[in-house]
């Protein structure tokens, strides 16, 4: 069976030349559905299962868009941004809103790529049909600039490696209660509910 993270690379890249087959493979993957799916958090699994599942979170997500960028030749870096769900300018149900008190600080991941010899953020977060609901969605990405950020960060930490990045977030998490744990486990249960019915209206 071939490599289904090859395949898609060779689909999403084919007769493109380099412009193109960067925007090409940032669209694709910015529409997978944002949901949060804790499984696909692996950083040797979750670019594959992201693909099998047909959603995830930003951790897959920019998983697989720093390898498939290294596979265009280009430098990557990774980035954790912490941030706080209930400091997120979004407009959530009240329901939600209450869930998003209390919790403990998150670690958003994007990518860092070195351009025409200068380095941008590239966040493919966010699908597009959430940009109806507000979502910060990066829509018309031109290949070469920056691109917005998907949560409102209270700090940024590089990393070079995505190895490097999977153990800050391991050791990050390793002082969270098991309150913790569940208070988020509520919350993004509600939250991946909530994105469902943003997509249907």
């Known amino acids: 069976m071939p490599d289904l993270v090859q395949q898609m690379f060779d689909e999403w ?5 380099p412009l193109e087959q960067r925007i090409s493979v940032f669209n694709h993957i910015r529409d997978i559905p944002y949901r949060v799916v804790p499984e696909l958090g692996d ?22 868009l720093g390898h498939m ?3 265009l030749d280009l430098l990557v870096k990774y980035v954790s941004f912490p941030y706080s ?11 939600l809103r209450k869930l998003s008190e209390n919790l403990p600080i998150e670690y958003h991941l994007a990518c ?9 953020f590239i966040d493919a977060t966010w699908d597009t049909p959430l940009k109806r609901a507000g979502f910060p969605v990066n829509e ?5 600039d920056n691109t917005l950020i998907a949560i409102d960060p209270i700090d940024q930490i ?38 469902t019915e943003l997509r249907v209206q």
């Open 85 to 95: 769900w209930n400091q997120f300018q979004l407009a959530y149900p009240d329901d």
């Open 13 to 17: 890249t084919l007769d493109k030349g």
């Open 140 to 144: 018309f990405w031109d290949g070469v």
């Open 158 to 195: 590089e990393h070079s490696t995505a190895q490097e990045r999977a153990e800050y977030v391991k050791n990050q998490k390793a002082d969270w209660t098991e309150e913790d744990r569940l208070r988020s486990a509520e919350f993004y249960e509600r939250f991946n509910e909530w994105l």
């Open 69 to 71: 960028f290294s596979r």
């Open 112 to 120: 860092k790529v070195q351009i025409d010899n200068s380095w941008k």
């Open 43 to 64: 950083l040797h699994e979750g670019p594959r299962r992201l693909i099998e599942f047909g959603c995830g979170s930003c951790t897959p997500k920019h998983f697989l």
